[in-house]
């Protein structure tokens, strides 16, 4: 079960974040779109640097806590996934802040 403990940290900060879309109906996923055009640059920066710093050795991932799946240029699936859930869970965050205090005027 160790080689799923990066997966479950990422489902947690998702559970964490998630409640807010149905609760506050923040519209972050209704606009899945805009969503996309937010989270896909940031995802694609931030996979390459991490490349960039796995293959020169600046940065290792413990192969016992991700499931082992590795993409192109030794990514673990685990690290694209979290360049995904933690700008979500931002933006889940955001809104839902703005939400709130544009409810409370």
Same mark, same amino acid.
């Given at each position: 079960?160790?080689?799923? %403990?990066?997966? @479950?940290?990422? +489902?947690?900060?998702? =559970?964490?974040?998630?409640?807010?879309?149905?609760? /506050?109906? !923040?519209?972050?996923?209704?606009?899945?779109?805009? /969503?996309?055009?937010?989270? +896909?640059? !940031?995802?694609?920066?931030?996979?390459?640097?991490?490349?960039?710093? /796995? =293959?020169?050795?600046?940065?290792?991932?413990?192969?016992?806590? %991700?499931?082992?799946?590795?993409?192109?240029?030794? +990514?673990?699936?685990?690290? +694209?996934?979290?360049?995904?859930?933690?700008?979500?869970? @931002? !933006?889940?965050?955001?809104?839902?802040?703005?939400?709130?205090?544009?409810?409370?005027?």
């Amino acid at each position: 079960m160790r080689h799923l %403990t990066y997966l @479950a940290v990422l +489902l947690g900060c998702l =559970a964490a974040a998630g409640w807010l879309e149905p609760v /506050l109906r !923040v519209g972050v996923l209704r606009q899945w779109r805009r /969503l996309l055009l937010t989270v +896909l640059p !940031v995802a694609l920066a931030f996979s390459l640097w991490d490349v960039a710093a /796995l =293959a020169a050795g600046h940065w290792s991932l413990d192969p016992r806590q %991700t499931t082992g799946l590795v993409l192109p240029g030794g +990514l673990p699936l685990e690290e +694209l996934l979290f360049f995904l859930a933690v700008p979500v869970c @931002a !933006v889940l965050g955001f809104e839902a802040v703005r939400t709130v205090l544009r409810d409370e005027q």
